[in-house]
C-alpha cells in the first residue's frame, strides 16, 4: 500500500457530512487517522488499493462521530452494576420492587456495609403517581435494611433517599441544620423524612466508600465500549476536582482525573475526553473557588486530543422538577427556588455567584454553569457578561449548562459574545408531563428553547446528562424534532421543534466548537480525524419517531473501527 492509498473507504452511503452547508456525500476516505476524501460513489472507489478495506454501505448513513457534550462518565459507569443498583426506570416501577432491589442486595452484603444505588424516579413510582401525598420514605428502606446504610440518588441527582442506618452513621436528625442551598425533608413531628435535597446530599454521600482508582478505571473503559455501540467517540466529563470531593459515591473526584491520565498514558482512552473542573462543591463560595482553582494547577495529559481539561463548571442554582431552580414566576404549589452558592440573602448569593463566576474567568478558564431557572440564568448570563468587561477574552466561549427556561434577552448577550447553551432534549421526553403540574402548562412547553436559541444564532449543544438519562442521542435528535412525552406521546411546545440538520448539529460540529476542537473534529471533511459514525439505514426523510429504531453498525474512531455490528 502506497502512502496516499486510503486504509478504510466507505461508500455507496449517504454521508451526511455536517459541514457549513450540511453537504450529502456518498462516501469517505480515511487513511490512518484522518479523513483523506469526500465525495462519489465513484471517487472513493477509484482511490482504494489492494490494502484498502473497502465497506460497501447499501445506503446506510455515515455521520461524524457523535459527541455527548455533558456526560458524567466516570460517575455514570460507577452507578452502574457490579458497582451500584439499577433503581431507575424501567428497571423498578414501584417503591416496593426497589425495596426488593435493596433486600437482595442486603443479604449479599456485610453487615454494615453500604448498599448504593441511582436512578429512582417518583414519577415513575406506582405508589406516588396513586397518591400525590406519597413519596419515598426511610421507613419503607428501613424494614428491608434495618441495619445497613442506604443511599440511593435519584434520576436527576439533586436528590437522594436513605434510610435510618444511613441517618444515624452520618449524625442527621431532627436538630440537623442542612448546608446553605440544602434541604432537609421533615415529617410533620420536624424527624427526617430520609429524603435530601441539592447540597443536603452531600451529608450522606461524604461518607459512602470511594471508589479505588483501578475500579474508576474498569467503569470508564466499561463506558467508553458502550458509547462505542451508540457512535459516541467525545464527551465532555463535567465536574472533576476538589469541588467534587461529596459527589456521587464518595471520593476525591481528582481520583476520575487520575483514571482518565493513566488511561490516556496507556494507550487505552479509545475516546475523545473534554474535562470541566469543579473548583467548588453545590452551595460553595468564592471563596471555595478561589481555594480550588488555586489547587487545580489545569493538570496535563498525555494527548490533548484525547484528554483536555478544559474549563470549569460552578453551580448556580437547582433542578425544576424538585422546585429548587430559581424562576421569575412561583411554582405551581408556590416559591420560587434559589440560588445555591453561598450566602443568607438572594441579594448577597447573587454577588456570590458574579464572583465565582469573575475569579474563574480571569483565570482563563472556559466556564460552564450549571443554571436552569430563568431568574437565574438572567443572573449567570449578565455575570459572564460583567467578568468580560472587566477582563477582556475575545473567546471565552463560557456556556450555560442546562438553560431549561432560557429567555430572549439572555440568549440575544450569548449569541453577542458568542457564548453557548448545553440541553438536555432526552429529559425533555422524559419529564414534560411531570413539568406540567410543577409550573403550568405555558412554562413547561417552553423548557428547552431550542428553536428559539438556534434563531437567536446561539451554538445549541444536546447532550444526555448521563446517567440522568441515558447515552442515546437518537432520542435527543427525535425529541428536539418531535417535542413528544415519553408516557403520554402528547407534544409540549411544538413551536420548539427543529429540523434534523440543526439537532444533527447540536451533537457533533457544535459540541466541537464547544471543545476549541471544530477545525479537527466535528464533522465529515477532508483534514478532520476519522471519527465516524454507521448507522443501518438512510437518515435523511426518515420519520423522526423511526430515528431511535436507527441501529449504529459501526464506529470508527481515530481511524480504527472500535465497534462493528
Not at 70 to 97: Q, R
Not at 167 to 193: F, H, K, M, Q, Y
Not at 364 to 383: E, K, N, P, S, W
Not at 461 to 482: H, K, N
Request: aromatic share 6%; net charge negative; hydrophobic share 40%.
Amino acid at each position: 500500500m502506497s502512502d496516499s492509498t486510503p486504509t478504510l473507504v466507505l461508500t455507496g452511503g449517504q454521508v451526511l457530512t455536517v459541514d457549513a452547508g450540511f453537504t450529502v456525500a456518498e462516501g469517505v476516505a480515511v487513511r490512518g487517522r484522518d479523513i483523506v476524501a469526500v465525495g462519489s460513489d465513484a471517487e472513493m472507489r477509484a482511490l482504494a488499493g489492494p490494502g484498502t478495506r473497502v465497506v460497501e454501505l447499501d445506503g446506510r448513513t455515515v455521520l461524524p462521530g457523535i459527541n455527548d457534550s455533558h456526560l458524567h462518565g466516570a460517575a455514570y459507569g460507577l452507578a452502574k452494576p457490579p458497582f451500584a443498583l439499577d433503581v431507575g426506570n424501567p428497571a423498578v416501577g414501584t417503591i416496593a420492587d426497589i425495596a426488593a432491589v435493596v433486600e437482595r442486595a442486603v443479604r449479599e452484603s456485610r453487615p454494615g456495609e453500604w448498599i448504593v444505588g441511582l436512578g429512582w424516579d417518583a414519577g415513575y413510582l406506582a405508589e406516588c403517581l396513586a397518591d400525590p401525598q406519597r413519596f419515598p420514605h426511610r421507613r419503607d428502606l428501613d424494614a428491608v435494611a434495618p441495619e445497613n446504610p442506604v443511599c440511593l440518588t435519584d434520576f436527576s441527582q439533586h436528590m437522594v433517599w436513605v434510610n435510618s442506618a444511613a441517618l444515624r452513621v452520618c449524625g442527621v436528625d431532627a436538630n440537623s441544620t442542612p448546608p446553605p442551598g440544602g434541604v432537609i425533608d421533615v415529617d410533620p413531628d420536624g424527624e427526617p423524612t430520609g429524603i435530601l435535597r441539592e447540597a443536603a446530599g452531600k451529608l450522606v454521600q461524604a461518607a459512602l466508600p470511594s471508589p479505588t482508582v483501578g475500579r474508576r478505571r474498569q467503569a470508564i473503559e466499561a463506558v467508553v465500549r458502550e458509547l462505542h455501540t451508540r457512535g459516541i467517540t467525545s464527551y465532555t466529563e463535567p465536574g472533576l476536582g476538589p469541588g467534587g470531593a461529596e459527589t456521587l459515591f464518595g471520593g476525591l473526584s481528582t481520583d476520575n482525573w487520575t483514571a482518565y491520565a493513566e488511561l490516556a498514558e496507556d494507550g487505552q482512552l479509545d475516546a475523545r475526553v473534554s474535562v470541566l473542573l469543579l473548583p467548588a462543591p453545590m452551595g460553595g463560595s468564592a471563596d471555595d473557588v478561589r481555594k480550588g482553582l488555586a489547587e487545580l494547577r489545569r493538570p496535563e495529559s498525555a494527548d490533548p486530543r484525547l484528554l483536555r481539561a478544559i474549563g470549569v463548571k460552578i453551580f448556580g442554582d437547582g433542578v425544576p422538577p424538585n422546585r429548587t431552580a430559581w424562576m421569575n414566576e412561583p411554582y405551581a404549589d408556590g416559591g420560587h427556588g434559589a440560588l445555591c452558592v453561598h450566602g443568607t440573602t438572594p441579594a448577597l448569593q447573587v454577588a456570590e455567584l458574579r464572583e465565582m463566576i469573575r475569579l474563574a474567568h480571569e483565570a482563563g478558564f472556559q466556564l460552564g454553569v450549571h443554571v436552569t431557572g430563568d431568574r437565574a440564568i438572567d443572573t449567570v448570563v449578565d455575570a459572564f457578561l460583567a467578568a468580560n468587561a472587566a477582563s477582556p477574552r475575545p473567546d471565552a466561549r463560557h456556556y450555560v449548562i442546562h438553560g431549561d427556561f432560557i429567555g430572549a434577552d439572555s440568549l440575544a448577550k450569548l449569541a453577542a459574545h458568542g457564548y453557548g447553551v448545553n440541553m438536555n432534549p432526552a429529559i425533555k421526553w422524559t419529564i414534560s408531563d411531570l413539568m406540567d403540574e410543577v409550573i403550568g402548562t405555558e412554562r413547561s412547553a417552553y423548557q428547552w428553547p431550542v428553536r428559539s436559541t438556534v434563531e437567536a444564532g446561539v451554538a445549541v449543544c444536546a447532550s444526555s446528562d448521563a446517567p440522568i438519562t441515558a447515552p442515546d442521542w437518537r432520542q435527543g435528535v427525535a425529541a428536539m424534532m418531535l417535542r413528544e412525552s415519553k408516557a403520554s406521546g402528547r407534544q409540549s411546545g411544538p413551536e420548539q421543534c427543529v429540523e434534523l440538520a440543526e439537532a444533527l448539529r447540536a451533537y457533533t460540529i457544535n459540541p466541537a466548537r464547544q471543545d476549541f476542537a471544530e477545525e479537527w473534529k466535528g464533522s465529515v471533511e477532508v483534514g478532520k480525524v476519522a471519527d465516524l459514525c454507521v448507522l443501518d439505514r438512510p437518515l435523511l426523510d426518515l420519520d423522526p419517531h423511526a430515528i431511535t429504531d436507527a441501529e449504529v453498525v459501526m464506529t470508527v474512531f481515530d481511524g480504527r473501527v472500535v465497534y462493528e455490528s
